[in-house]
Nanobody, 121 residues
Framework: QVQLVESGGGLVQAGGSLRLSCAAS????????MGWFRQAPGKEREFVFA????????SYANSVKGRFTISRNNAKNTVYLQMNSLKPEDTAVYYC??????????????WGQGTQVTVSS
């Protein structure tokens, strides 16, 4: 079992920044690919960013390219999502996810409870 707890969401004006954190507990954090997903009202959950267990590989959605970055600190069992130049369309509940490296985001993915990010225009 892996437990994930997100923090750092809130209300910010367009153009502003927020940093989300996800603290993990349970199994060996460094064995997992960590990711961020988001879900806006009336829309499906979508992939945002992911980082490999070593931190050496990342992937992201085109919609956040050049604005968001991801990082992790395996010693602190924490993954971060730095969000800059926020837009109203970034408004969503953001979820942290963990999956064993190489298995993808399938049925064995662990999810956090989500944190709300609201960007005002």
């Amino acid at each position: 079992q892996v437990q994930l707890v997100e923090s750092g969401g809130g209300l910010v004006q367009a153009g502003g920044s927020l940093r989300l954190s996800c603290a993990a507990s349970g199994r060996t954090f460094s064995s997992y690919t960590m990711g961020w997903f988001r879900q806006a009202p009336g829309k499906e959950r979508e992939f945002v960013f992911a980082i490999s267990w070593s931190g050496g590989s990342t992937s992201y959605a085109n919609s956040v390219k050049g604005r968001f970055t991801i990082s992790r600190n395996n010693a602190k069992n924490t993954v971060y999502l730095q969000m800059n130049s926020l837009k109203p369309e970034d408004t969503a509940v953001y979820y942290c996810a963990a999956a064993i490296e190489g298995t993808g985001w399938g049925k064995d993915t662990y999810w956090g409870q989500g944190t709300q990010v609201t960007v005002s225009s």
